[in-house]
């Protein structure tokens, strides 16, 4: 076999890859913003134009239903949640449920949990953390799926120098 027929075979086999194109990646790691994240089993990881978010989510028609937010970018406060006031939870559906400590590669945060009551009926959680007034996170989704979200967040380490975009 020639070398210019291989490389016809690689490059046909690379542009008809189901991958190819689209904006969502299975990777098990990913590098943003200096930060390797690990991507949970059945997730994936949307690559937006906006590199200063990082969205992980189950695939489209999973029956999981849960979406983890990184945000790289200033805020005025380290405060989770502050722009919350009771009147904008009411309106919303949210009931504080929790407070609590958690670490995003090696920085030590709060995080601020809510139940949402919906017309429904159905269950769903929603949780904001702050690492600082530059390094946010948040969840929303099935309740039970706080704990791929804590995991997440907890198995985040920086980047090494070689791994860095």
Same mark, same amino acid.
């Given at each position: 076999m020639t070398m210019a027929f291989l490389l016809f075979v690689a490059a046909a086999i690379f542009f008809n890859s189901p991958s190819f194109g689209q904006q969502n990646s299975r990777v098990g790691v990913v590098v943003s913003n200096g930060?390797?994240?690990?991507?949970?089993?059945?997730?994936?990881?949307?690559?937006?134009?906006?590199?200063?978010?990082?969205?992980?989510?189950?695939?489209?028609?999973?029956?999981?239903?849960?979406?983890?937010?990184?945000?790289?970018?200033l805020r005025s406060t380290d405060i989770p949640g502050h722009d919350l006031t009771q009147e904008k939870m009411a309106q919303l559906g949210l009931s504080k449920t929790a407070e609590l400590k958690a670490i995003l590669a090696g920085r030590e945060g709060k995080c601020v949990e809510y139940s949402v009551k919906t017309k429904s009926g159905a269950a769903l959680a929603q949780a904001e953390c702050s690492f600082g007034i530059e390094l946010h996170a948040s969840f929303f989704g099935e309740p039970q799926?706080?704990?791929?979200?804590?995991?997440?967040?907890? #198995? #985040?380490?920086?980047a090494r120098k070689d791994r860095q975009l």
């Open positions: 930060i390797q994240f690990e991507i949970p089993p059945g997730y994936i990881q949307h690559r937006g134009k906006d590199r200063n978010i990082l969205i992980v989510e189950p695939p489209e028609g999973s029956h999981t239903f849960a979406l983890i937010k990184v945000y790289f970018e799926n706080l704990r791929v979200f804590y995991a997440f967040m907890q #198995a #985040a380490e920086p």
